[in-house]
């Protein structure tokens, strides 16, 4: 075949090529979807922590692009627009409504366009309104309205599915779903959070919750947030029991115990035994290795959808692939350290460093 034609049917091929969805790609194998971008935009010094509104999508739009790149890069199979808290009522909190549209439009755009450059899954997100209260009739169809036109903004840019996210209220997550289907025509991945108490406000259990959400027709099912691995564990070992569709684990990379079983009930006994969250969460920050094993054997229970939520940074999600087997591109980087000055094992590295090593 002449040169001309490999190049005219390569380039055939490209057009054609068709992304495989989410309900596929899970049907052969593990998919990972790095969250937490807020926490993680906070460390950077591009969003204020309180609020936890993605403000940076105007005033740095070029910031929240790289931070994509940078969890794609350490395995991310997803690009998540970052649309958490950008919705009526965060605006509302900060007096900026009037940007509803323009930051939901820019933060879909950042991520469309990520998502078709690194072949990654594009993702809406929805996510707990903070308003819902199940005493109060009229905050229903304030929730809907913020979830209707959420939904419809992503399906406008063509999201490859959507994901609801941070419930405390299960009932508030149902809400969340039925905007996805009745607006929507792409799948949905609902996660709730769990804090203290061992339910949800209105006292489902998460089993419970995961129940009612596949029988509405949810995809996936599962939680994010709020807990770390530990704490997470059993509840998603009860869930697995409970469904038969896809689980969703998206912990917190936190240490946290069965005493203060959330990262909001976190308390520093070097502080005073001061709350620790959000800001004073470093000295309980899991390492690669943890949320390696949390990866690893979540999947062997049969948990495929995979992420790490608030406090994550890329090395998690670099450690939570390679705990899955994968060798993402940032895997080039992986700590080596026969090479290192003092600790190394090459035959290059000196023996008057070699042998100092007990003294370090
Ligand atoms: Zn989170």
């Not at 939570?320 to 600790?343: C, I, N």
């Amino acid at each position: 075949m002449s040169a001309a034609k490999t190049a005219k049917r390569k380039v055939k091929s490209k057009a054609a090529y068709k992304e495989p969805g989410l309900l596929k790609r899970l049907a052969a194998g593990p998919v990972i979807c790095a969250e937490g971008y807020v926490f993680e935009l906070e460390r950077r010094g591009y969003l204020q922590a309180g609020a936890f509104v993605p403000t940076v999508l105007t005033d740095h739009p070029e910031v929240v692009e790289q931070l994509h790149m940078d969890f794609v890069h350490a395995g991310s199979d997803v690009t998540q627009a970052l649309t958490y808290y950008v919705h009526r009522e965060k605006l509302r909190v900060i007096g900026r409504e009037k940007d509803l549209v323009p930051m939901n439009r820019i933060a879909l755009n950042i991520a469309k366009k990520v998502a078709r450059k690194t072949h990654t899954l594009f993702a809406g997100d929805i996510c707990n309104t903070n308003i819902y209260d199940p005493a109060d009739r009229k905050s229903s169809a304030a929730v809907e309205r913020i979830f209707a036109e959420q939904v419809g903004w992503a399906a406008d840019a063509g999201v490859d599915y959507i994901v609801a996210e941070t419930f405390s209220w299960g009932a508030e997550a149902v809400l969340a779903l039925q905007a996805i289907k009745k607006h929507s025509k792409v799948p949905a991945v609902v996660t709730f959070s769990i804090h203290r108490e061992e339910q949800t406000r209105e006292g489902w259990t998460a089993a419970e919750t995961c129940k009612r959400l596949e029988e509405a027709g949810a995809d996936v099912v599962g939680l994010n947030c709020h807990r770390g691995p530990q704490t997470m564990w059993p509840l998603l070992q009860q869930i697995r029991d409970a469904v038969k569709c896809e689980v969703a684990a998206l912990p917190v990379p936190y240490r946290t115990t069965t005493e203060q079983p959330s990262f909001m009930s976190l308390t520093d006994p070097c502080c005073d035994n001061a709350r620790a969250f959000p800001v004073g969460l470093d000295p309980f920050v899991c390492t690669r290795a943890e949320i390696g094993e949390f990866g690893r054997k979540a999947f062997e229970l049969g948990v495929k959808y995979l992420g790490v939520c608030c406090g994550a940074g890329p090395h998690h999600i670099r450690a939570l692939a390679e705990g899955l087997g994968r060798h993402p591109e940032a895997s080039k980087y992986t700590a080596d350290m026969s090479k290192h000055a003092f600790f190394g094992t090459d035959s290059k590295i000196k023996a008057v460093q070699t042998e100092y090593r007990a003294k370090l």
